[in-house]
């Protein structure tokens, strides 16, 4: 991914632009905090299925969720109180 690095001289100010990269990055949170590690050409090559498998089961467990949303639901014969679901929470 080309990004633009906003130095005033640089390259990237150039008529017509002429942004940095590619670039590839791999952010995730580790303990609630934001981690980038940029990564080579190979690592990328060499990482990709992971990054395709973390990718699936993301959409996987954000579709149990709304599985066991609507069950619940059912069961339990709530009504939404709006169009969107939010996360439980448990109030005392």
């Not at 640089?10 to 990055?25: V, Y």
């Not at 905090?33 to 990709?48: F, I, S, W």
């Not at 990718?55 to 009504?79: F, G, N, T």
Request: hydrophobic share 35%; aromatic share 6%; glycine share 8%.
């Amino acid at each position: 991914m080309a990004h633009v690095c906003g130095k005033l001289n640089g390259r990237c100010t150039a008529d017509p632009p002429r942004p940095h990269g590619p670039t590839h990055r791999w952010t995730r949170k580790i303990a609630g905090k934001t981690v980038t590690r940029h990564l080579t050409a190979g690592q990328l090559a060499r990482y990709e299925q992971w990054f395709e498998n973390a990718k699936r089961i993301r959409v996987l467990v954000a579709e149990l969720e709304a599985l066991s949303l609507s069950v619940a639901a059912r069961d339990e014969d709530w009504q939404p109180k709006s169009r969107k679901w939010g996360h439980a929470t448990c109030g005392t």
